[in-house]
């Protein structure tokens, strides 16, 4: 190990600690739990820390547990994704032998449950009802996801398990307390729980926790060749859904991306980084936010993120 020395083990061996409690406490409390599976590297990490809660198989010599999951993996797929991560989303998922659903928002689309954005839009919106059918069709009362509170000031206000009403709705202003980590799950009919065992997470502790656990990623993460352009200061890749307009201008540039989602408003960062070293390097001199540098959906307002959390947003 270089990058996560000594003192950074033992923080993280706190912080898994804590998380492990949390997924297994809602797991006890709760009917019918599920993970929320993006493929990207907090899910990834998130998928890990479950696999420990419940590891009753041992481990196989890559680390990964040898036993199932007691709850399915739930991916809400936009159809905008990057290749790489549906790829790595099937090994990593199906491979071990967890059970995956798949929310398709183009099949929302098709079903007339949602409107089409049309060619080459972000789907972000209509993932929102994708996400709410999937939960009530697998009558999920609680779901695991992997955001954490220094990504954006919508997902700081948030507790840890944050109460959502028989519509999937957040109030900002009805969250329980959770002193000394005491967390009440009862819930009444109808109503969910979405639960962030990552909060207290940052994104260095990810990947130093990635590089600890020696965790695989998908290779769009580590600095690549890919053709770009800019747009509202954002790095898009071209592809079917994203091409230049106008007097925009693609170039091939080397660049990794800090976060993983629908390739049409996820932007990519120029970078060299082609370890887990160099990339925890970037990260530590880096004075913006993954979100903040590279979604631009989180850049039509101040409260976007708050806005789709309000309306069921994971």
Known sequence: MTTTDIEHVDELRLLEAEAVHIIREVAAELQRPVLLFSAGKDSIVLLRLAEKAFRRGGERSDGKSTSPLPFPVLHVDTGHNFDEVIDFRDRRTTGIGHKLIVGSVQETIDSGRVADPGPGAS??????RTLLDALEAGGFDAAFGGA????????AKERILSFRDEFGQWDPRAQRPEPWSLYNGRIRKGEQVRVFPLSNWTEIDIWRYIELENLELPSIYFAHEREVFERDGILLAVSEYTRPTGAET????????RTVGDLTITGAVRSTATTIEQVIGEISSATVSERGETR??????VAAMEDRKREGYF
């Open 123 to 128: 789907r972000n919106r209509q993932q929102t």
């Open 148 to 155: 954490r509170r220094d990504e954006e000031r919508a997902r």
């Open 250 to 257: 693609s170039a091939v540039e080397w660049v990794r991306y």
């Open 296 to 301: 631009a959906d989180d850049r039509t307002s």
